[in-house]
């Protein structure tokens, strides 16, 4: 009930100044911007409430208004390249799961710097961000993307166990430990051990990232197709399908689905897996290792999770770059979309309502200075909680919540500082030259991915028959096309 009387308050509040007319097309010059985003599971129930909060402040101050278009992660790359390709307006959106160097080649990214747009308009950006970070966003030269302030760094292998479960099998839980480091043998036997225990529970549910957050490969130019592998020790790029972790991975998740630890339909179901833990039926999945991801998981999930670790922390070379915010050729106006994403990078007020919503309504500040669920708030239906505050332009500037170290940002910078980092750490490949190839081998790997990096098909021939359609869709020229860049790159940085 509080929060529910304390939503109506908020709006009439707006409407009563005068913003929520604005919002609406009147009330003066104001031009209505379109963001765009993904959350895991849609769009928050309360995103019309920030939305009209976000308003107060940007309508007023910059004479924007903000439309949030929020989509799950399964709907969001379709969403966005439907609506750049019918010539929606959109005017700021994030490249994740997109593939940023592809958007460029089919042109469909402004020049950010073009007529002086970024030091112009976001000046603060670079300040806040850093020029390292932003020069790693460069393709062929060009800056078309903005690094969003995150953990560039991933602490590859791990996967998010529900600690009820490990109890559950005498597993002796290290409940002060962010990450419990331990070896793969030590992870398939926990599996072994909460299927025999929870026979009528998936153990394990792959998703779309799972093969490339468990590998030490580094994928250049953020797609799978021509590699470095050893965490990007080498300058030499091969083709991941060949690799001997490949065929090892795919060979492990044939070995779950065979002993029955992964769902017969986990490749169809479109629930994510943290609903399916909240939900009771699924007890562990991958996700990337991180100063703050316990707690993370844990506020996904409804539920305490421990988190594993198999393999070390790396910084692969488009991690900077991996989704980058961009201003697309649809927009109505570049400046003012730059002038608004700049606000979101350095107001924290705007930070904190598009990462946590509303103070008082959907979280409240402890004395500690942290925030938590706000009074009469349900954790598990709070409105507008959608844990992807890494994707958004700059967490930095965010409020940090309970459970984690109040110098949370603080760790995630040394944790990217120590980090492993690939020797083509800053490379950026300029897909141009392989259009068709990359549309054509993207087509083919699709048609097998799913069903060999979840475990339903016997690698020893599922692999050999999809390499072969990869190589005849012309996967063997982008990887020649990425070494050729590659090495022109590394003469050019002294590497």
């Avoid at 988190?307 to 989704?323: C, E, G, K, N």
């Avoid at 692999?463 to 096309?481: H, T, V, W, Y």
Wanted: charged residues 20%.
């Amino acid at each position: 009930m509080k929060k529910k009387l304390l939503s109506v308050l908020v709006v009439l509040a707006l409407f009563v100044s005068g913003v929520g007319g604005a919002v609406a097309g009147g009330g003066g010059d104001v031009t209505e911007l379109v963001l765009m985003f993904m959350t895991w599971t849609g769009a928050p129930a309360d995103t019309q409430l920030v939305q009209d909060a976000i308003n107060a402040i940007t309508v007023e101050k910059l004479g924007i208004a903000v439309d949030l278009q929020i989509a799950d992660v399964g709907a969001y790359p379709q969403a966005v390249q439907l609506a750049l390709a019918g010539g929606e307006q959109v005017d700021i959106f994030t490249t994740i799961l997109l593939n940023y160097p592809s958007l460029i080649a089919q042109g469909y990214l402004v020049d950010l710097e073009e007529n002086g747009l970024l030091s112009t308009c976001g000046a603060g950006i670079v300040e806040a961000v850093g020029q390292e970070f932003i020069d790693a966003c460069r393709v062929s030269g060009t800056l078309y993307g903005l690094p969003n302030n995150r953990d560039m760094a991933q602490g590859r292998g791990c996967a998010a166990i529900a600690t009820e479960y490990l109890e559950g099998i005498g597993y002796d839980v290290p409940y002060d430990q962010e990450i419990v480091k331990i070896t793969l043998e030590e992870l398939n036997d926990i599996y072994a051990r909460l299927h025999e225990a929870y026979p009528h529970l998936e153990v394990y549910r792959p998703v779309r990232l799972s093969m490339s957050q468990f590998s030490n490969v580094d994928m250049l130019g953020g797609s799978e197709f021509g590699v470095l592998t050893d965490y990007g020790s080498s300058l030499d790029v091969v083709n991941l399908f060949e690799t001997d972790f490949y065929r090892a991975y795919c060979e492990r998740m044939y070995e779950y689905n065979q002993k029955g630890y992964i769902s017969l339909d986990a490749a169809t179901d479109t629930t994510t897996v943290t609903e399916l833990v909240k939900a009771g039926t699924l007890m562990s999945y991958t996700t990337g290792g991180k100063p703050g991801i316990k707690q993370q998981e844990t506020n996904m999930c409804g539920r305490p999770m421990t988190i594993f670790q198999t393999l070390d922390d790396y910084i692969s070379s488009a991690a900077v770059a991996s989704f980058p915010w961009t201003i697309p050729i649809n927009t109505v106006d570049a400046s003012k979309a730059m002038v608004l994403l700049n606000e979101f990078y350095t107001n924290p007020e705007l930070a904190n309502l598009l990462c946590w919503g509303i103070e008082g309504v959907h979280y409240q500040v402890l004395e500690s200075g942290l925030i938590d669920f706000a009074p009469g708030v349900d954790p598990s239906n709070s409105g507008y909680n959608h844990s992807v505050g890494w994707q958004l332009p700059n967490q930095y500037i965010t409020h940090v919540w309970n459970g984690n170290a109040p110098d949370l940002w603080e760790q995630i910078a040394v944790f990217n500082k120590d980090a492993q980092k690939s020797k083509a750490s800053g490379f950026s490949y300029d897909s141009t030259n392989t259009v068709t190839e990359l549309t054509a081998v993207q087509n083919a790997y699709d048609e097998y991915r799913y069903s060999l990096e979840y475990g339903y098909v016997d690698p020893a021939t599922g692999i050999p028959e999809m390499n072969s359609k990869l190589m005849s869709a012309g996967l063997q020229r982008i990887i020649d096309d990425k070494q050729a860049q590659l090495n022109e790159w590394a003469q050019a940085n002294g590497k």
